[in-house]
C-alpha cells in the first residue's frame, strides 16, 4: 500500500491516503516508549498535513485536513500500518448546512456572507478586505436551499461563471479562495519535454515519457446554446380589463355546435376548487379565497365555471377537467351545461402555470462551425431554484461560459526527478516541442501558461513521487 493524494481546484475538496508504519519494536525519541506498545495512536478527525519540506512553506504544504477513516492493521510482531482516509478542510464545509436567497447581489459578495454566516470555521473575505475571495459577476437571483455549504460554493461559482468560469479550493489556514481560471497564480515551474539538465530540479519539472502524455481539445460537452427551465410561476390577468374585453382572452374557441370540450394552452392555477367567474370571485374552499382566477364568456355571455376535483359534484354549466395524461380542458357540465350553437364565440382568462424559460447563444461559435445545424449545439437545464427569468438567464450564461468552446487541456505525469510542488489552482508555463499550438498555425512547439485544475499524487520508495497532473490552456 502506498500514500497518494488526489487535489481538484473548482468544485470539490482535496482527498489524500497516507500510509504510516510503527516498527515499535525500535525505540523512537518523542514518541511512547514502553515496551510493546505503539509509539502512537491517530483517532478519527485528527488533523493532518502533508509538507514537503525540500521545497518548504508554504508551497510545499500539500495537504492539510482531517482523518476521516484511521485503520490500523497489524502487520508482524511489533509492527504496525496506518492506512489513513484523509479529506481536506473542505470537510467542515461538507457538513454545514445552510439556506439563504439572494438577489441582485456580486457573486464574492454572496461566497463572503453565505461563509460568514455558517460559522464553520472556514473564513472568507474579499481581496479588498486582505482576502482571497475575487471580485464576481452580478448574480440576479441565487435561491441556496438547504445544503451543505460546498455545494452552495459551487452554485454561485457556476453562477459567477460569465465569460470566466470560477471556482474555489480551501488552503491550509481554513481560508477560502474563490476566482476565476483566467487569474495567474504563478507557481514558479515550467514543464517541458524537453529537460536542458539531469540534474533534479525546484523549478523545471520533466513530463516523463514512459508515461502515457494526452493533449486534447475537449469538445466532448461543448455547446452553443444553452435553454434553461426554471421554476414555474403563476401568470394572473386583470378580471376588469377581461370584463371589459380591453385585454385578450388566456384561450378562444369558436363553437360547431356539437363539441363539448376545448383544450386549454395551459396548466390552470387549481389552489381553490369553484370559481365564480360572473363576480370574478372564488368561493372560499378551506382557508383559500382568490379573486379573479378565471372568467369564462359564451357568446358574450358571463358563465359559471368550476374546477373538477374528481370528488365534488359540478353544478356550474361548464367545468375545467385534467384527463389521465395531464392535460386541461374547458368541458361542458352533463346534465347542467349547453352545447354552444355553430359560430359561438367561447373566451377563458384563467390563472396558470407556466416555467420560466432563458435562452442564450453564442452567435460568433455558431457561425465559425456553420454545418447542417447551424452551429447550434444545444444543452438543456432545468434548476426549479430559479424564480425569475433574469437568473434563468445568468444560468444559462454562465453555462455557455463554461462550455461555449472546446478546451485545450493537457494530461501528463512528472518524472521522479521534479523535486518541487505546484499546487492545484495554481499556473504554469509549459514549454512542449511535440504539441501543435492552435494559436500559432498548428505548428509544432508549445509555449503557453496553463491552469492546474486537478493532481494525483502517488508517492514511491525512496521519497520520489508521481504526479498525473491535468492543466487547462489560459494564455
Not at 478519527?44 to 521545497?55: C, F, K, M, P, R
Not at 489513513?84 to 463572503?112: H, P, R
Not at 482571497?132 to 453562477?159: C, E, F, I, M, R
Not at 450564461?397 to 510542488?421: C, M, N, Q, V
Amino acid at each position: 500500500m502506498t500514500s497518494s493524494l488526489n487535489s481538484n481546484f473548482g468544485r470539490q475538496g482535496d482527498t489524500a491516503t497516507i500510509v504510516l508504519v510503527d516498527d515499535y519494536n525500535t525505540p523512537v525519541t518523542g514518541f511512547n516508549s514502553s515496551p510493546g506498545q505503539p509509539h502512537f495512536a491517530i483517532p478519527a478527525y485528527s488533523t493532518i498535513q502533508l509538507v514537503d519540506e525540500g521545497v518548504g512553506s508554504p508551497q510545499g504544504i500539500m495537504f492539510t485536513g482531517l482523518v476521516t477513516n484511521p485503520q490500523w492493521m497489524w502487520t508482524a510482531p511489533g509492527r504496525v500500518e496506518w492506512l489513513l482516509q484523509c479529506t481536506d478542510l473542505t470537510v467542515y464545509a461538507d457538513t454545514s448546512i445552510v439556506q439563504e436567497v439572494y438577489s441582485g447581489i456580486n457573486g464574492d459578495d454572496i461566497i463572503v456572507d453565505v461563509t460568514t454566516k455558517a460559522e464553520c470555521g472556514i473564513t472568507a473575505a474579499k481581496v479588498s478586505d486582505g482576502g482571497h475571495v475575487y471580485p464576481a459577476p452580478l448574480v440576479p437571483l441565487a435561491y441556496l436551499s438547504y445544503g451543505q455549504l460546498s455545494k452552495h460554493w459551487t452554485d454561485v461559482a457556476k453562477l459567477s461563471s460569465q465569460g470566466m468560469i470560477y471556482g474555489w479550493t480551501v488552503d491550509e489556514n481554513a481560508e477560502l479562495w474563490f476566482y476565476p481560471q483566467t487569474l495567474n497564480i504563478p507557481s514558479g515551474v515550467t514543464v517541458t519535454d524537453t529537460p536542458t539538465s539531469s540534474t533534479p530540479s525546484m523549478t523545471e519539472c520533466h513530463i516523463d515519457p514512459s508515461q502515457q502524455m494526452l493533449y486534447e481539445f475537449d469538445g466532448t460537452t461543448f455547446y452553443t446554446r444553452v435553454v434553461v427551465e426554471g421554476a414555474l410561476v403563476t401568470v394572473s390577468y386583470d378580471a376588469g380589463k377581461a370584463r371589459k374585453g380591453q385585454i385578450s382572452p388566456t384561450d378562444a374557441y369558436v363553437g360547431n355546435g356539437y363539441s363539448q370540450s376545448w383544450p386549454l394552452s395551459y396548466t390552470p392555477e387549481v389552489t381553490s376548487l369553484t370559481l365564480k367567474a360572473a363576480a370574478g370571485i372564488v368561493s372560499e374552499i378551506g382557508s383559500t379565497t382568490q379573486r379573479g382566477a378565471a372568467y369564462l364568456t359564451v357568446g358574450g355571455v358571463v358563465e359559471n365555471v368550476s374546477i373538477n376535483d374528481g370528488t365534488t359534484t359540478i353544478t356550474t354549466p361548464f367545468q375545467l377537467i385534467q384527463s389521465s395524461n395531464g392535460l386541461w380542458s374547458l368541458q361542458v357540465t352533463p346534465g347542467v351545461g349547453s352545447t354552444p350553437p355553430a359560430g359561438t364565440p367561447i373566451k377563458i382568462w384563467y390563472r396558470y402555470q407556466n416555467p420560466i424559460i432563458a435562452q442564450a447563444d453564442n452567435v460568433s461559435q455558431q457561425q465559425r462551425i456553420g454545418g447542417p445545424n447551424g452551429g447550434v449545439f444545444s444543452e438543456f437545464v432545468k434548476d426549479t431554484s430559479l424564480t425569475t427569468v433574469a437568473a434563468a438567464f445568468s444560468r444559462a450564461k454562465a453555462d455557455l461560459s463554461e462550455f461555449g468552446a472546446p478546451h485545450a487541456r493537457i494530461t501528463f505525469y512528472t518524472s521522479p526527478d521534479f523535486l518541487g510542488w505546484i499546487r492545484t489552482g495554481q499556473t504554469f508555463i509549459l514549454q512542449a516541442s511535440q504539441i501543435p499550438d492552435s494559436q500559432n498555425a498548428w505548428n509544432l512547439g508549445l509555449t503557453g501558461v496553463f491552469f492546474v485544475i486537478q493532481q494525483m499524487t502517488n508517492f514511491v520508495q525512496g521519497g520520489y513521487r508521481s504526479t498525473q497532473v491535468t492543466a487547462v490552456r489560459i494564455e
